[in-house]
């Protein structure tokens, strides 16, 4: 079992940034798949960012650019630094864990925090 929690959320102004922690505990191993995504009004969850074991970061295009994420496997920890805020990146954050495989100890299995608020508003 991994234990996922997120912090950093917030209330920011139009343009401003925030910084977005995750760090997962318990079963975490270095070669599980981290990620953060979103729920926006009206919107279905989406991918924001995630990051390999091996360190390849895949971005959502309409937030690349203005996100940087980031991660220390050794220490089970992620995160997501978000600039040029708009009032629609308002949403809950999510932070996941994903063992991308089946092995030994058990199935693919994909773990998630309680979610973070994030809302920019004037």
């Known amino acids: 079992q991994v234990h996922v929690v997120e912090s950093g959320g917030g209330f920011v102004q139009p343009g401003g940034s925030l910084r977005l922690s995750c760090a997962a505990s318990?079963?975490?191993?270095?070669?599980?798949?981290m990620g953060w995504y979103r729920q926006t009004p009206g919107k279905e969850r989406e991918l924001v960012a995630s990051?390999?074991?091996?360190?390849?970061?895949l971005y959502a295009p309409s937030l690349k650019g203005r996100t940087t994420a980031s991660r220390d496997s050794a220490k089970g920890t992620m995160s997501l630094q978000m600039n040029s805020l708009t009032p629609d990146d308002t949403g809950i954050y999510y932070c996941?864990?994903?063992?991308?495989?089946?092995?030994?100890?058990?199935?693919?299995?994909?773990?998630w925090g309680q979610g973070t608020q994030v809302t920019v508003s004037s």
């Open positions: 990051i390999t074991g091996a360190g390849t970061i």
């Open positions: 318990g079963s975490f191993a270095s070669f599980y798949i």
């Open positions: 996941n864990v994903l063992k991308p495989y089946a092995d030994d100890l058990g199935p693919r299995t994909s773990y």
